[in-house]
């Protein structure tokens, strides 16, 4: 305990106290931003997602208005920089005249391949 007519007097912050509220402060900001992120990777991993829906629309629609034979087929698409891709692969059922189709349309996104796939029967 100080006697009574020595009172010590604060002229600021210890360095100690300074690092502690600006590592602290640094951090709800980082957490910040990253809530502001998520939303933004998820409209254009949706984006994508539609473009791919665009694009397997376009090619089922070219599938069903060709003779299309049994076997595997591959290809990229011109739009959007040539980004988009597509495997196909045809496969005659004996016991019907029918044949399924699996059409899958693949897409890198943040180095992470992304695909979508669709089935049908011709």
């Known amino acids: 305990m100080l006697p009574i007519g020595k009172r010590r007097k604060n002229k600021g912050f210890l360095l100690l106290e300074v690092m502690v509220s600006v590592s602290i402060l640094s951090f709800g900001l980082l957490l910040i931003l990253n809530s502001f992120m998520r939303p933004i990777r998820a409209v254009e991993l949706s984006k994508d997602y539609f473009k791919a829906g665009l694009l397997i629309e376009e090619k089922m629609f070219e599938i069903c208005n060709s003779d299309i034979k049994e076997g595997s087929l591959g290809g990229s698409f011109s739009d959007f920089n040539s980004r988009f891709s597509w495997n196909m692969d045809v496969i005659k059922l004996e016991e019907n005249t029918f044949k399924e189709i699996n059409l899958r349309i693949l897409w890198n996104e943040r ?12």
């Open 111 to 122: 180095n992470k391949e992304q695909d979508m796939i669709v089935s049908t029967y011709l």
